[in-house]
C-alpha cells in the first residue's frame, strides 16, 4: 500500500473548530469542506421527515389500503437493507391495522428483485397493492405482469433508475429533498413509517443498521439515522438487534463486522436457512424467541465462515499469472463467491470472479481493483451471459455450463485488449506524535464517528516511532511505540501478513481504547508499516 502522510496546521484546525489535535490531524488531512466538518462535528441527531409528494402520495395509498381493508403484499430483498426495509414496512403496516404479508425471494433460486411470479401469486391470494422495498426499479417484467393483472405498484427503492418505472407510485431519494439524497432501501421505508406513524424507535434502529450494511454515504439525513439509530439499539429499543454485536454497543464497526454479516449469512446460507424468518426476528420482543433465534443465527454465521476460509484456500492454489481471475470449482458454494471474491482481489490485485454450479448454470459474483470498471467490462460482448447486474466494483452473473471455456476465451482477450495495467492505491494518513495518543485525544474522535468512507479509513501516520520492543505471537503482534505519556500498544494480526521492518519511517494505524480488567489503554490498530 503507498501512503501518503499528509500534515496540516493541527493547532489552527483545533482553534477554529474547538476539537483535540487527534482529531484536528485528521480533519485538517481529509480534505472535508467547512459544511462537512460541521456535519461531522453535530451532535445533533433529531431526524426530520420527507415531505415529498412521492411519500404523500405513497402513504394516501396505503392509508386508503386500510380504509378500504385491503390486503398488502410487500416484496423485500435478501440482504441486510433489504430485510430491514421489509421489518420497517410490515410493522408499519401492523401498526396501521392493515392485513398484510411480505415475501423475500431466494437469492439462488429467484435472484434479485420483484418478479413476475410473485405478481401473478400475490394476485391469486387476493392481495390488490403491492409495495416493493429495496428493489422495484429494475423490475420491468414484472411491474408490467402486475399492470395487466390490475395489482396496483408502489415501488420503493434507492438503486440507480435507469429506464422508465412501470408503477403508479414510485419513491425514491431523487424524488424526494435534498437532504434525504443519501437513503438506502430502509431509510426511503422509514420516511414512510414516519409520515405515517411518527417516530418508531425500532424502526430508526433498523435504517441505521441497514445504511451501515449497504455502506451508505454518511452525510445530511443518513447520518442522523446512522447515529439516532445506535442510540435507540444501546437505549434497548431494538432488542434483536443488540445479541448480533457480541456484547459490544451498537457503533459503525460492531454494526459493520458483527450484525450485518450474520444478517447476511442468512441469505447465503439457503440450505441452513429461510431468509424470510430474519423480519419476524427483528420484530420480535420475546427475550427467549430472540435469544433461540440469535443462536441459529451464530450458528449460520460460523458455517459461512467456515465454508469462506475452506473456498478462499482451494481458490488460492488455482491462481495464476492471469491478469483477470475467473475461478470455477464445482465444490464452491455460489452464496460465498463474492466473498471469496472480495479477498482474492485485494489481496493480489486482479480482477477476480469465482463461479459456481448450480443446475445447468454457472453462476457467480465478481470483485474489481481500483480503476477497473468490471460492470462495464462485461456489459458488452458476452451474449452468453442469461444473468448480470452490479456496479464499478463488483458483479454478479451467470451463464450456461458448456459456454465456460468459451467465456474463460472471452474474458482472456477482452482483457488483453484493455491494456490495464494495475495501479497501487495511495491511502491517506494524517501526521501525528505520537505523544498526542493519549486516552483524552482517543476518546474526543468519537466525536467523529461514523467516519465517512469518502476521507479513507481515518488513519493516522506516526513519523519515525520510538519503538521499544516487538512482541511476536502465533495471532497477534505487539509492537510497543515509546512517547512522554509512556508506552503505546500497537497491535497487528496474523491475517494481515504485515511485517515489521528494520528500519520504520511510520507506523500507520486507527488510534482505540483497549479495556482490560476495568482499566483502559490507547491502543493502535496498525494498518501498514512505511520504510
Known amino acids: 500500500m ?4 499528509i500534515s496540516s496546521d493541527v493547532d489552527a484546525v483545533c482553534r477554529h473548530y474547538r476539537v483535540g489535535r487527534l482529531s484536528g490531524a485528521l480533519l485538517g488531512a481529509c480534505g472535508a469542506s467547512d459544511e462537512q ?13 420527507s415531505q415529498a409528494d412521492c411519500i404523500a402520495a405513497a402513504c394516501r395509498r396505503i392509508r386508503e389500503a386500510g380504509a378500504n381493508h385491503e390486503k398488502v403484499m410487500i416484496a423485500g430483498d ?21 392485513v398484510n404479508g411480505y415475501y423475500i425471494p431466494d437469492r439462488f433460486k429467484e435472484g434479485y428483485g420483484l418478479a413476475p411470479k410473485t405478481v401473478e401469486l400475490a394476485v391469486q391470494k387476493g392481495y390488490s397493492l403491492l409495495v416493493t422495498v429495496d428493489n422495484g426499479v429494475k423490475a420491468h417484467a414484472a411491474l408490467i405482469r402486475a399492470k395487466e393483472l390490475g395489482l396496483e405498484t408502489i415501488v420503493t427503492d434507492h438503486h440507480q433508475i435507469e429506464e422508465e418505472v412501470e408503477t403508479g407510485l414510485l419513491v425514491h431519494p431523487t424524488l424526494m429533498e435534498e437532504d434525504y ?6 431509510g426511503v421505508a422509514l420516511e414512510i413509517s414516519r409520515n405515517l406513524l411518527g417516530t418508531v424507535e425500532l424502526h430508526t434502529a433498523l435504517a441505521s443498521l441497514a445504511a451501515v450494511g449497504d455502506v451508505m454515504p454518511l452525510w445530511r439525513q443518513t447520518r442522523h439515522i446512522v447515529k439516532a439509530g445506535f442510540a435507540a439499539v444501546n437505549s434497548g429499543f431494538a432488542p434483536s438487534i443488540l445479541p448480533l454485536l457480541q456484547g459490544r454497543e451498537m457503533d459503525y464497526e460492531s454494526a459493520g463486522f458483527q450484525a450485518v454479516p450474520r444478517l447476511n449469512s442468512v441469505g447465503r446460507m439457503n440450505d441452513l436457512s429461510n431468509v424470510n424468518t430474519l423480519v419476524p426476528y427483528l420484530l420480535c420482543k420475546d427475550p427467549g424467541k430472540i435469544s433461540r ?5 451464530e450458528t449460520i454465521n460460523s458455517r459461512r465462515k467456515q465454508l469462506s476460509e475452506m473456498m478462499n484456500s482451494k481458490a488460492e492454489t488455482m491462481l495464476d499469472d492471469s491478469p483477470f481471475y475467473v475461478l470455477y470449482d464445482e465444490s464452491f458454494a455460489e452464496g460465498i463467491c463474492g ?17 459456481a454450479g ?8 465478481g470483485r474489481s481493483v481500483p480503476g477497473f470498471n468490471l460492470f462495464d467490462f462485461f456489459a458488452s460482448g458476452f451474449d452468453e451471459l442469461t444473468a448480470f447486474g452490479g456496479h464499478e466494483q463488483a458483479v454478479g452473473l451467470a451463464f450456461a455450463r458448456a459456454d465456460l471455456a468459451a467465456f474463460r476465451a472471452k474474458v482472456e482477450a477482452k482483457m488483453a485488449e484493455s491494456g490495464y495495467e494495475y495501479q497501487e492505491a495511495e491511502e491517506t494518513a494524517a501526521a501525528v506524535d505520537a505523544d498526542d495518543l493519549t486516552l483524552d485525544e482517543v476518546r474526543d474522535l468519537k466525536r467523529l464517528d461514523p467516519w465517512p468512507k469518502e476521507f479513507g479509513r481515518g488513519m493516522v501516520a506516526i513519523e519515525h516511532p520510538r519503538i521499544l520492543r516487538i512482541v511476536e505471537g502465533p495471532k497477534v503482534t505487539k509492537v510497543m511505540i515509546g512517547s512522554d505519556a509512556g508506552p503505546i500498544e500497537g497491535v497487528f494480526f496474523g491475517y494481515q501478513k504485515l511485517k515489521v521492518p528494520e528500519n520504520i519511517r511510520a507506523v500507520i494505524g ?8 476495568g482499566a483502559s489503554s490507547v491502543q493502535l490498530q496498525i494498518a501498514d508499516f512505511v520504510e
Open 37 to 49: 466538518i460541521q456535519q461531522l462535528l453535530s451532535d445533533d441527531i433529531s431526524l426530520s421527515t
Open 2 to 5: 503507498k501512503w501518503n502522510i
Open 293 to 297: 433465534y440469535a443462536s441459529q443465527l
Open 339 to 355: 466473498l471469496v471474491a472480495g479477498r482474492i482481489a485485494n489481496g493480489h490485485h486482479r480482477p477476480t470472479l469465482v463461479l
Open 510 to 517: 486507527r488510534p482505540g481504547i483497549h479495556t482490560w480488567r
Open 78 to 98: 435478501y440482504d441486510c437493507d433489504g430485510v430491514c426495509a421489509t421489518a420497517i414496512m410490515k410493522d408499519t403496516l401492523d401498526r396501521l391495522g392493515i
Open 358 to 365: 448450480h443446475e445447468d448454470l454457472i453462476k457467480g459474483s
Open 181 to 186: 439524497r443519501y437513503l438506502s432501501g430502509a
